[in-house]
Nanobody, 127 residues
């Protein structure tokens, strides 16, 4: 059974940075997709960024382009989300997710494609 554990959330001032981590365990395959999603209070969960673990190709939401970077560490089975210039409206619970298929393109942003989810970590940027 795959388990995902997020860490690195917290409270920063608007314009600040955070780096989220998601450590995976229980994986028995090498081809999959890792994604970050977020859910703000009273809103639907939305896509932030994803990475194809095999190829390293990434996809970012328009809101994340230029400020957020997703990356992976194969040896540590960990995916990261570096978030810069955080905005107060980006206050949300950030979730890590894993799909059992190595997706590319628009499929990486489809949360219905993901099979496992972490419990999330809270991110708040104060104004």
């Amino acid at each position: 059974q795959v388990q995902l554990v997020e860490s690195g959330g917290g409270l920063v001032q608007a314009g600040g940075s955070l780096r989220l981590s998601c450590a995976g365990s229980g994986r028995s395959f090498s081809s999959y997709t890792m994604g970050w999603f977020r859910q703000a209070p009273g809103k639907e969960r939305e896509f932030v960024a994803a990475i194809n673990w095999s190829s390293g190709s990434t996809r970012d939401a328009d809101s994340a382009k230029g400020r957020f970077t997703i990356s992976r560490d194969n040896a540590k089975n960990t995916v990261y989300l570096q978030m810069n210039d955080l905005k107060p409206e980006e206050k949300a619970v950030y979730y890590c997710a894993e799909a059992l298929i190595a997706y590319g393109g628009i499929w990486m942003a489809d949360q219905n494609k993901y099979d496992y989810w972490g419990r999330g970590t809270q991110v708040t940027a104060s104004s």
